[in-house]
Each structure stands twice: as C-alpha cells, then as structure tokens.
C-alpha cells in the first residue's frame, strides 16, 4: 500500500509559478513510478506529467511541455511539479499517481495509488 498526501497549491496570477510537492508513503518509493494529473470543473481527468523510477525517463502533455517539470527525490520518497508560466487553463484540481509499472503512464487505469488533490487557480 502507498499513501500519497499532494501539497503546494494555491493561487497564482497568470505568468507566475508553483512548485507541488507529492509526498509517499508505505512502500519502497524509489520503485514506483510517477503520475501527475489534472482535472478541471467539469472536464474529466487528464495526464499532466510521469516520470519512471528506472531510469527517470519523463513525459509531459503537449499542452505543459517547456513550462511543467516533473523530478522525483527518492530520499525524501517525493515527487516535484515545477510549474512555471502558469496560464489560466491551467486552473485544476491536480493530482499525484503511483504505481509498481505505469504501462502508458498518460492514462488514469496505468495508477493503483491516488493521493487527494491540490487545487491550482490561475487568474488572469
């Protein structure tokens, strides 16, 4: 079992940053990998960025590609999103997602564990 508890949301003006924080616990950290998403008001659930425990290969939306990046301190068994010229479309509830073998990390069924959320609003 693994317990992820996200952290380091708020809110921000457009063009400003964020940095969240997803800290696990329960079993070995370092072999899991490492989902962020995001789900806005009436929108459904969607991939935001992963990152492998071996290797830490990294993946990202399009859509945050060049602004959002993913890292992960194993020691500390947490997960970073560094997220900077925020947009208003970028206003969710953002969410951290592990599992033993993410087989395509961009899709929710790949993630066992699910912390609750952190919010993120934007304003323009």
């Known amino acids: 079992q693994v317990q992820l508890v996200e952290s380091g949301g708020g809110l921000v003006q457009a063009g400003g940053s964020l940095r969240l924080s997803c800290a696990a616990s329960?079993?070995?950290?370092?072999?899991?990998?490492m989902g962020w998403f995001r789900q806005a008001p009436g929108k459904e659930r969607e991939f935001v960025a992963a990152i492998r425990w071996r290797g830490g290969t990294t993946y990202y939306a399009d859509s945050v590609k060049g602004r959002f990046t993913i890292s992960r301190e194993n020691a500390k068994n947490t997960v970073y999103l560094q997220m900077n010229s925020l947009k208003p479309e970028d206003t969710a509830v953002y969410y951290c997602?592990?599992?033993?073998?993410?087989?395509?990390?961009?899709?929710?069924?790949?993630?066992?564990?699910w912390g609750r959320g952190t919010q993120v609003t934007v304003s323009s």
């Open positions: 997602a592990a599992d033993v073998r993410a087989m395509v990390v961009t899709s929710t069924r790949a993630y066992e564990y």
């Open positions: 329960g079993r070995t950290f370092s072999n899991y990998d």
